[in-house]
């Protein structure tokens, strides 16, 4: 998963989460970067972007569309 995401740096991907968070199970996603063990990045929500940060354990998949 982290190597998936490192080559996603800066592009948008499809991110699914293990379970339903406050944006749901799967959303667009904007990875700038990644810790030992989260990445943090940007959502878009009601027009403007958030930015917000996901344990590698909560992630049940990532897809770069980038």
């Known amino acids: 998963m982290r190597a ?3 080559s996603c740096l800066g592009n948008w991907g499809l991110l699914g989460l293990r379970r ?3 944006f749901g199970r799967d959303f667009w ?5 990644i810790r030992q063990n989260s990445v943090t990045g ?3 929500v ?3 972007r958030q930015r917000v940060r996901y344990g590698f354990s909560q992630i049940r998949n ?3 569309t980038g």
């Open 4 to 6: 998936r995401l490192c």
């Open 46 to 48: 009601g027009g403007r």
């Open 29 to 33: 996603f904007f990875p700038v970067a």
């Open 42 to 44: 940007y959502i878009w």
């Open 20 to 22: 339903p968070g406050q």
């Open 62 to 64: 990532f897809l770069c």
